[in-house]
């Protein structure tokens, strides 16, 4: 078991410009959370699935922000049109079906300069 | 939405002694977990407690979901303890996060 993996680890772009990341959760865990962190502050939700179906969506997530579980295995979160106010340590978290136990990964750290 | 509160939110000690954090939540909630973040912004799990008492090692929570808290106890602390602290709940799918306890240990 391999635990959460992200990619990338970092991330600079200039604002205006589309980002995309990507969650590979723990094999068989077929839940898959999103979540962004500010400096100083805890995770902030963002979306959760179970397998593809996307059951949370937080008001965070402005219509600027997209997330897809397809094949409810790996994930991906795109930010559109990216501002400054998006820099943020993005963190991804899965769970086995029969537990709502979070596992996270290493997260994507996203600077928009 | 659930508030979480965490205090004391900065807690400063020498190695060897011993502490408690507080987690304080305003609804009920399915789930609780406690968290510590690394250095390089990794979260750690130290406990799934939807309720009662769990031990590992020289750390033990204990959650009391009628009263809506939780508590984070740290005995003999260790340089190696250092973070920031964050407590989860979790009620239909959805998480929330406290602001975090920063711990430094001091040798």
């Known amino acids: 078991d391999t635990g959460v993996s992200q990619d990338p680890r970092h991330k600079i772009t200039k604002r205006g410009q589309n980002v995309t990341f990507r969650c590979d959760p723990i094999s068989e865990h077929n839940r898959l959370y999103w979540y962004r962190q500010t400096l100083g502050q805890g995770p902030e939700f963002l979306t959760y699935?179970?397998?593809?179906?996307?059951?949370?969506k937080s008001r965070l997530l402005s219509n600027r922000f997209s997330a897809e579980r397809p094949k409810g295995s790996f994930s991906t979160l795109e930010i559109q049109r990216t501002e400054q106010g998006d820099s943020a340590m993005y963190l991804c978290?899965?769970?086995?079906?029969?537990?709502?136990?979070?596992?996270f990964g290493p997260g994507t750290r996203l600077t928009v300069t | 939405g659930i508030q979480v509160e965490q205090s004391p939110p900065d807690l400063i000690l020498q190695e060897g002694a011993n502490s408690t954090l507080r987690c304080n939540f305003s609804d009920s909630v399915n789930n609780l977990q406690w968290f510590h973040q690394n250095p390089w912004g990794q979260l750690i799990n130290l406990f799934y407690?939807?309720?009662g008492t769990k031990q590992n090692g020289r750390l033990s929570a204990t959650t009391v979901a009628t009263e809506r808290y939780s508590l984070l106890y740290i005995s003999s602390s260790q340089t190696t303890d250092s973070g920031v602290y964050f407590c989860?709940?979790?009620?239909?799918?959805?998480?929330?996060f406290g602001d975090g306890t920063t711990l430094t240990v001091k040798p």
């Open positions: 699935f179970q397998n593809e179906a996307q059951l949370e």
């Open positions: 407690i939807p309720s």
């Open positions: 989860a709940v979790e009620r239909s799918g959805k998480s929330t």
């Open positions: 978290a899965s769970s086995y079906k029969d537990s709502y136990e979070q596992y």
